[in-house]
């Protein structure tokens, strides 16, 4: 399964020191039917831990996820900052999952091009395609 997050995300992720591993657990997760809120039309909520702690208490991620296919991480909170989405953010990221989970390997490539997203390199056993 290709992987990838936001220019926006990775920024986060740096900020927060979380690494490309957490977010390829995390997708696995997704890929096992491990998914910790189905927020409709491809939008999910992954939670990852922080760096010595566990996932209770660490961050949220929202991912548009295509089983199989597609993963992006366009969004992350730290729980104890924010609880959920307003209706108008997730109507947004629905919008979003409906254009980046129909993107072609060209249209991809294009936008990493253009460093809009990045490639998240995971261990291809680790995430059953």
């Known amino acids: 399964m290709r992987t990838f997050k936001t220019r926006p995300f990775a920024r986060f ?3 927060e020191s979380i690494e490309d ?3 390829c657990e995390a997708v696995r997760r997704a890929g096992e039917g491990r998914i910790d809120a189905d927020l ?3 939008v999910i ?3 990852i831990a922080r760096r010595g702690g566990g996932r209770s208490g660490g961050f949220r991620t929202i991912m548009l996820f295509r089983w199989g296919a597609l993963a992006f991480f366009v969004y992350g909170f730290a729980k104890s900052r924010r609880e959920n ?3 108008d953010e997730l ?3 629905r919008l979003l999952a409906d254009e980046y989970l129909s993107l072609d390997g060209a249209s991809l490539a294009v936008a990493q091009a253009a460093g809009a997203i990045i ?3 995971c261990d ?3 995430i059953q395609e």
Do not use: I, S
């Open 13 to 15: 992720a740096k900020r």
């Open 21 to 23: 591993a957490a977010l």
């Open 40 to 42: 409709g039309g491809g």
């Open 45 to 47: 909520k992954q939670r």
């Open 85 to 87: 989405l307003r209706r």
């Open 91 to 93: 109507a947004t990221y």
């Open 119 to 121: 490639e998240v390199k």
């Open 124 to 126: 291809d056993r680790a």
